[in-house]
């Protein structure tokens, strides 16, 4: 399983000065194409956040991208934040963020929390399916779990908070291609679904997101960006308890970017045009 594991030291924290700058050039395209894609949508400057996808990436590899501007990122698979937490958490503190949660215990938590307050806060995301035995690996670490797409998973997760006493921030998966590869809730389900998990100890609804369709058609991914919106607004008007905070749409990557801001979105998840191709899946 995962072999590029065995292949990439996802801990290594040393990159050379052009690969750095070549990643710096990525954040700064993509920055100045969200700018663009908010701009043409008639949208207000800084209203879509950029989430780094750094599945594959190294740690100094993503450095490269926080010290160029990114302040959010997101990671597919329990095994590589396992991997990369530590170093990321410790390079981020040396410049004076706080990345993800830390859920610090024992003599000196309250003195480590209190540092936290003062820093900028880089939240740390799941973007991939999170299978139930790694949910007690990634709580300590991450924010948001993005990858929400069932009233048991959404259960298993509750129960697991509130045994830690935390909230966990989680978005509901919406498949709306009805790819079959794809994960994700069916859309027809996902204001009944909001409502169920809303309403969950030790998590906050705070919106929802999908992964566009995957054709050449721009009308086809765009009707699924727009039906994920609706859907969003419904749930928001729904007014069902524990809804009112479900208001992030975490939609558009690489290739889908532009159409995603035009239809709506606040999150943006962008890996290739930042680092390149991946060399591992
Ligand atoms: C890899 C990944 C992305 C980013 O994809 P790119 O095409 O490299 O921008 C976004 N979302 C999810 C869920 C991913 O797994």
């Not at 740690?59 to 926080?66: D, F, Q, S, T």
């Not at 900028?120 to 790694?134: D, R």
């Not at 069916?186 to 992964?211: C, F, N, R, Y």
């Not at 290739?255 to 035009?262: I, L, S």
Request: hydrophobic share 40%; glycine share 10%.
């Amino acid at each position: 399983m995962t072999a590029y594991m065995d292949h990439k030291d996802l801990a290594n924290e040393t990159v050379d000065s052009q690969r750095a700058g070549k990643i710096s050039d990525g954040v700064h395209r993509v920055l100045d194409g969200i700018a663009e894609a908010e701009s043409a949508a008639g949208r207000d400057a800084g209203s879509v956040k950029l989430l780094a996808a750094t599945k594959t990436r190294d740690v100094g590899e993503i450095m490269a991208a926080i010290d160029a501007g990114v302040r959010m990122i997101g990671e597919n698979r329990p095994q590589e934040i396992q991997a990369k937490a530590e170093g990321l958490r410790r390079l981020c503190a040396q410049r004076g963020f706080a990345l993800g949660r830390d859920d610090a215990v024992g003599s000196g938590a309250a003195a480590a929390a209190e540092e936290r307050a003062d820093m900028v806060h880089i939240p740390f995301h799941v973007i991939g399916q999170l299978q139930a035995n790694k949910i007690g690996k990634v709580l300590p670490v991450v924010d948001t779990i993005e990858s929400v797409d069932s009233l048991l998973s959404a259960e298993r997760l509750s129960r697991r908070a509130v045994a830690r006493g935390i909230t966990v921030g989680v978005l509901l998966e919406v498949n709306e291609s009805g790819e079959k590869t794809k994960s994700g809730c069916s859309p027809a389900s996902a204001v009944e679904l909001a409502g169920q998990i809303g309403v969950l100890d030790g998590l906050e609804l705070q919106g929802l997101m999908t992964i566009g369709a995957n054709v050449e058609d721009e009308k086809k991914v765009r009707e699924g960006f727009a039906h994920l919106r609706r859907t969003r607004d419904q749930i928001l008007s729904s007014a069902e308890p524990g809804t009112s905070s479900c208001k992030e749409l975490s939609m558009g990557m690489t290739h889908d970017m532009a159409a995603a801001v035009a239809e709506g979105s606040t999150v943006v998840r962008m890996g290739t045009a930042i680092f390149g191709e991946r060399a591992f899946i």
